[in-house]
């Protein structure tokens, strides 16, 4: 079963970054799409209000975090210290918003969300013009987001750019497919990087606008 990645970038103030990609998530209503925070779906022209689509495909994507541990005769267990949150990287086609990514980065503006969403290619989600079958079942949210790099290459499909960020809280999301197609009630976890607390709440981080 194919699983396809979409993300969509949230700036301060609210406004939503806008792709050319042409992904529609105005027909799937499952709990993941709307908590914490809502993903931005698309009128039947396939806009926001912002004047343009606002999913993104994505091609590749990965990110790790590290935890220090303290593991000897001297501690009664293992003993952790500050979790560190390794860059978050994606790999997508060279588009108009391209040029956004590298004043970002340029300038140190972030972004105040940005979330990964997974879908199955099968599942209760409305297909049609636009739109891609299956429901979101796994989603992470990364709070306070900053381009760190870009860099850029050609194959023989088209440009591409690899961007990485850093970021100050990450939310995962995951809900289970039951027998029949429909998810359960999503298990959530969560932490913010800046205070080192846990967090699934739907606070935001301040940072540079």
Not at 21 to 46: D, K, R
Not at 56 to 69: C, G, H, K, R, V
Not at 183 to 195: D, S, Y
Request: aromatic share 10%.
């Amino acid at each position: 079963m194919a699983i396809d990645a979409y993300i969509c970038f949230q700036q301060y103030g609210g406004g939503w970054l806008t792709a050319e990609s042409q992904v529609n998530f105005a027909n799937n209503t499952e709990t993941l799409m709307t908590q914490p925070f809502a993903i931005p779906t698309s009128a039947s022209s396939g806009t926001v209000p912002n004047g343009g689509p606002a999913i993104f495909e994505i091609e590749d994507y990965s990110f790790d975090i590290e935890q220090t541990l303290n593991i000897g005769s001297h501690s009664s267990g293992a003993g952790a210290g500050k979790v560190s949150f390794n860059p978050f990287s994606i790999t997508r086609k060279v588009d108009k918003c391209s040029p956004t990514f590298f004043e970002m980065a340029c300038s140190g503006t972030a972004f105040q969300l940005v979330t990964l969403a997974m879908r199955k290619s099968s599942g209760a989600g409305a297909a049609g013009a636009g739109n891609t079958s299956g429901q979101v079942y796994l989603r992470f949210d990364f709070k306070l987001v900053a381009v760190k790099t870009i860099s850029w290459s050609h194959d023989d499909e088209s440009p591409k750019e690899t961007v990485t960020f850093e970021y100050g809280g990450l939310q995962i999301r995951y809900a289970q497919q039951e027998a029949s197609g429909k998810l359960k009630t999503p298990v959530a976890g969560g932490w913010n990087r800046v205070h080192n607390t846990q967090d699934t709440g739907t606070s935001l981080i301040q940072g540079a606008k």
